[in-house]
């Protein structure tokens, strides 16, 4: 396998990447720092729901869907990101979503450890201290015949821009979200009481993939590599692909006697699960499905949603949809289960 080891990008091109690289075949690890700030959502997000855009507009602070699961998160050159990326049945690696996490995760557990920091994997996809901080998050997913699994050490975090990208309800509530990010996400400064040099993480980083993964072959970004990420930044950063899994009504309404647009949001293990909902005298119409989990294979979740539409809106009836197309499609998305799913439906109000 080989290692690309970037220093830092321009604009988006630090998550750019790694989707250029998935479509070209490419199989190892990506290390990389962004040069600008950028807020970046999980493929599964509603933008307009995770994001404040109009800040991040304002702020001149760029916002990006990736192609893997996950939360919204805020990422600047503080950070040092891991991208790997191997092809479909490749054997060295577990076949398995949830326990690729959990094996992937240990180069960034030790690497955290090599500075004096202890770190493990918590299910379903968070690295933390001894004192179950969160210090790292991590994503993956399917990107046309790769898979790719992404992290990123927090070497320093900017808590207070984080706050303003996320969007919130009230500025109260916002001050809140601050807090408790300061309270439960830790970074290698705090812990330390200083911030390493990112070349020293990256060596250690570098090392300990290593160490699972056997010697990684030095490479450039070639100019195929450039030119493919050209080419998907024009669909990347087209409103289409940003807002592609929003809702066409903002709010929970009545449309007349039985017809009714219904919203949901619900915790799972494995993530935030959100529902839209067109129901028509009980029968689901229509149904989109977001939130910050990880779903694999990614394109799976809209057959669901095809699924769904014209059946009653009973628990036993989504249930056991949902279970048979688990089952047949050979689904996985680790901490988010088919009952799961239903309880989010049936929430929904």
């Known amino acids: 396998m080989e290692l690309l080891k970037l220093d830092k990008l321009p604009d988006q091109q630090s998550m750019l990447v790694f989707h250029a690289l998935a479509r070209m075949g490419y199989e190892g690890l990506v290390i990389v720092s962004p040069q600008i700030p950028l807020a970046s959502i999980g493929y599964f997000q509603d933008a307009g729901k995770e994001v404040d855009l109009e800040y991040c507009r304002r702020a001149g602070i760029p916002v990006m869907r990736r192609e893997v699961g996950g ?3 805020y990422l600047d050159g503080n950070q040092v990101f891991y991208q790997l990326l191997w092809k479909k049945g490749n054997p060295r690696f577990p076949r398995k979503i949830g326990d690729i996490f959990k094996y992937l995760s240990g180069p960034a557990c030790d690497t955290y450890r090599d500075f004096g920091i202890d770190a493990h994997f918590r299910p379903e996809n968070d690295i933390v201290t001894k004192d179950e901080k969160k210090i790292a998050g991590e994503g993956g997913g399917d990107i046309g015949d790769s898979l790719v699994f992404v992290g990123g050490i927090l070497m320093d975090f900017d808590y207070r821009t984080m706050s303003r990208v996320l969007k919130v309800p009230n500025e109260k509530f916002r001050d809140k979200i601050h807090k408790s990010m300061k309270e439960n996400l830790t970074t290698m400064k705090r812990e330390l009481g200083y911030m390493p040099k990112r070349d020293e993480v990256v060596e250690s980083l570098t090392a300990n993939f290593e160490k699972r993964l056997g010697k990684l072959e030095p490479v450039t970004l070639s100019r195929d590599v450039i030119d493919k990420m050209v080419e998907l930044e024009r669909w990347f950063t087209s ?5 592609k899994k929003t809702p066409r009504i903002p709010t929970g309404v009545k449309i007349r006697e039985g017809v009714e647009i219904l919203y949901s949001t619900y915790k799972a293990r494995g993530g935030l699960i959100r529902t839209a909902q067109e129901v028509k005298n009980r029968v689901i119409e229509d149904i989109v ?6 779903f694999y294979p990614k394109s799976e979740l809209d057959l669901i949603e095809r699924d769904l539409r014209k059946i009653k809106r009973k628990e036993g009836i989504i249930i056991s949809k949902l279970e048979d197309f688990y089952d047949t499609r050979k689904i996985e998305s680790p901490g988010v289960e088919p009952e799961d ?5 049936m929430e929904a109000e």
Not at 289 to 294: A, N, P, T, V, W
Not at 341 to 345: N, Q, R
């Open 289 to 294: 499905i977001s939130g910050d989990f990880q």
């Open 71 to 73: 939360g919204a998160t």
């Open 341 to 345: 799913i239903t309880d989010a439906i």
């Open 239 to 243: 409103d289409a692909f940003l807002h």
